[in-house]
């Protein structure tokens, strides 16, 4: 099936809008060219902001009842769709095909347990200390929202903003990833086909700095949730300070994965690396920063790099490929810095280390031994299949270097120690703690960040909290 004619949603239209400008989508597994995308002009970004007003004094007086029949019709459209979906995915973002229809299938279990919890958006009544007097507290929908992500979930992403304004009642104005929008269009045909209402949702694309710019200099948006890397969200968080817009931020990481002495070594060699390699490693929950404990230091490597070098590489849309290309050339360059510096530090390249040779952005499953702190890649988010590893001796000391870095997302531990488990549950500073596997996320579980990796949460009550604000009343009624 064809990969399918790119256009923005401005409301309630699906437009090619009035700039005149594009650019061509690139398929990252061959370097071709597979689509051209239009960008929105200011003149269509402000209509995008206008019918998000619009659509929102339409869609926040639905009841949540009738909020969920469209959400539930869209989908059932998206699982009708699901191979050509998926399929084009991999096409545009890289990732095996066996990986998008997982992705999409979270994203499809993304909007049904938003629409559902949509129903269950409850207020409070509050006891007064005045004799006659009630209070009450309801959750409303905060307002329009505009979103920006990152291309690397290019459906879960974008579901995840989505899926939880529209639940709660927002209209939302998102500008996914430019080079993966295919499956943000998908996402949103299916929406408008179901019955949106115009102006609930508009999908914009354009130069990210002049969109985002222009989206928040305005006084529409009550509230930006942004999916990317840290000093994007920090500038972002500036940009919507200035109309006090308030942010969700889901930004990246630098995952600590500690592998201790009394743990099952296969499982934990076998995970990391179908955790590492996952999506190439382009994942900001990846595991980034593996401390093994000395006693069993060679024999978890080992295990580890025969994991490491069973993984196939190849066109995602091929089957038995598990790992596909990095999303673009500009990320070979990056993977190939952070091995020739960590190697000049001292670092003992295990295996890969190298881009692969054919056409396309492939870069090998590279394991790097006794990495220094020092090394760049122990202390930036490497953002592909590049696994270093060091050694550490007792649990003090691991927590102290886990903790050691401003980002806060994930962090993972593999131990048959209840104790060690719940030491790390009280003392790790991350969002999101895995013990005996790399599983920190489900659609009903709140997903998020602490320190520089961002605050607010997507998935659970929580995500469905962050787009509705309290509002309090109180009435004599005697
Ligand atoms: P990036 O911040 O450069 O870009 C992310 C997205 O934001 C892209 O779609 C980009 O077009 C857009 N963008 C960039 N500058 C923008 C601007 N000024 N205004 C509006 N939009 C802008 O990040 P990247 O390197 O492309 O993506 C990877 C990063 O995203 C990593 O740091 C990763 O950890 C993070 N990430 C975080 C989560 C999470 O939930 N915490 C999930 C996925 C990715």
Redesign the pocket.
């Given at each position: 099936m064809p990969y399918p004619k790119l256009e923005m949603l401005i409301a309630g239209e699906w437009t090619n809008g009035s700039s005149g400008k594009s650019e061509p989508v690139i398929c990252p597994a061959d370097g071709t060219t597979i689509g051209t995308l239009p960008h929105a002009s200011t003149a269509d970004l402000d209509a995008a902001l206008q019918s998000s007003l619009d659509g929102f004094n339409v869609w926040r007086k639905k009841t949540p009842h009738e909020r969920q029949t469209v959400l539930e019709q869209a989908a059932r459209l998206l699982e009708d769709r699901f191979d050509d979906i998926s399929a084009n995915l991999t096409r545009e973002m890289g990732k095996p095909v066996g990986e998008a229809k997982i992705e999409l299938r979270v994203a499809i279990d993304l909007l049904r347990w938003y629409a559902e919890e949509g129903k269950r958006v409850y207020g409070r009544i509050i006891p007064s200390r005045f004799p006659n007097m009630q209070h009450e507290v309801r959750k409303q929908p905060v307002g329009p929202v505009v979103a920006?992500?990152?291309?690397?979930?290019p459906a879960t992403?974008v579901m995840?903003k989505v899926a939880g304004a529209l639940a709660a009642g927002c209209s939302i104005t998102i500008?996914?990833?430019?080079?993966t929008p295919a499956t943000a269009i998908a996402i949103g045909k299916a929406l408008t086909d179901a019955g949106l209402p115009a102006g609930v949702l508009n999908i914009v694309f354009g130069v990210?700095?002049e969109?985002?710019?222009h989206l928040l200099a305005s006084p529409i948006p009550r509230k930006l949730s942004?999916?990317?890397?840290?000093?994007?969200?920090i500038?972002?968080q500036q940009l919507a300070a200035k109309n006090m817009i308030r942010c969700t931020m889901?930004?990246?990481?630098h995952s600590p994965v500690m592998v201790f002495e009394d743990c099952d070594l296969e499982l934990a060699a076998k995970m990391c690396a179908a955790g590492k390699f996952r999506n190439a490693g382009?994942?900001?929950?990846s595991p980034t920063r593996f401390f093994v404990q000395d006693s069993i230091h060679d024999k978890f490597l080992t295990l580890f790099q025969q994991q490491v070098e069973a993984v196939q590489v190849g066109n995602g849309l091929e089957e038995n490929v598990n790992m596909g290309p990095l999303v673009a050339e500009r990320r070979i360059e990056i993977m190939d810095g952070f091995v020739s510096d960590a190697v000049s530090q001292g670092a003992e390249l295990v295996t890969g280390g190298a881009r692969l040779q054919n056409a396309g952005s492939f870069f090998a499953p590279t394991l790097l031994k006794d990495v220094p702190e020092t090394a760049r890649i122990m202390t930036e988010?490497p953002?592909g299949p590049v696994a270093p590893t060091t050694r550490f001796s007792s649990l003090d000391e691991v927590i102290e270097r886990a903790n050691s870095l401003p980002f806060g997302?994930a962090a993972y531990a593999f131990t048959s120690n209840a104790g060690t488990a719940g030491i790390l549950k009280q003392e790790i500073e991350t969002g999101m703690l895995a013990v005996n596997s790399l599983h920190v996320h489900s659609v009903e579980t709140p997903?998020?960040?602490l320190k520089a990796?961002?605050y607010g949460h997507?998935g659970g009550i929580e995500g469905l909290e962050a787009y509705l604000a309290a509002r309090y009343s109180s009435e004599i009624y005697a």
């Open positions: 920006f992500v990152a291309w690397n979930f992403n995840r500008k996914p990833s430019e080079e990210p700095p969109v985002s710019e942004f999916t990317g890397s840290v000093p994007v969200g500038h972002l889901e930004l990246g990481g382009q994942v900001c929950i988010e953002f997302l997903f998020g960040g990796s961002g997507e």
